[in-house]
Nanobody, 115 residues
Framework: QVRLVESGGGLVQPGGSLRLSCAAS????????MGWYRQAPGKPRELVATITAGGSTNYADSVKGRFTISRDNAKNTVFLQMNSLKPEDTAVYYCYCNTWGTPYWGQGTQVTVSS
């Protein structure tokens, strides 16, 4: 069983920053891909960023230059540093892990960007 637990969400003003963390536990391959998705009200879940065990990253065009994904392989933890936040970044952010060919999801953490 794989379990993912997110933390770090909250309320922030436009232009502010937040750092999300996701701790993974269970049977996780060293080759696993981890990342973040988000879902805004009334919209489908969308990719935000992913990172491989070797450190290769990819980002949605909407967050490039503002968000940075990183991971600590020894601790099975993935992070998302979010800077220059915009109201359109408001969503529930879900941690993602693809390991042994199977995707797993966290419960989500709310990020609200508002004045």
């Amino acid at each position: 069983q794989v379990r993912l637990v997110e933390s770090g969400g909250g309320l922030v003003q436009p232009g502010g920053s937040l750092r999300l963390s996701c701790a993974a536990s269970g049977s996780i391959s060293r080759l696993s891909v981890m990342g973040w998705y988000r879902q805004a009200p009334g919209k489908p879940r969308e990719l935000v960023a992913t990172i491989t065990a070797g450190g290769s990253t990819n980002y949605a065009d909407s967050v490039k230059g503002r968000f940075t994904i990183s991971r600590d392989n020894a601790k099975n933890t993935v992070f998302l540093q979010m800077n220059s936040l915009k109201p359109e970044d408001t969503a529930v952010y879900y941690c993602y892990c693809n390991t042994w060919g199977t995707p797993y999801w966290g419960q989500g953490t709310q990020v609200t960007v508002s004045s």
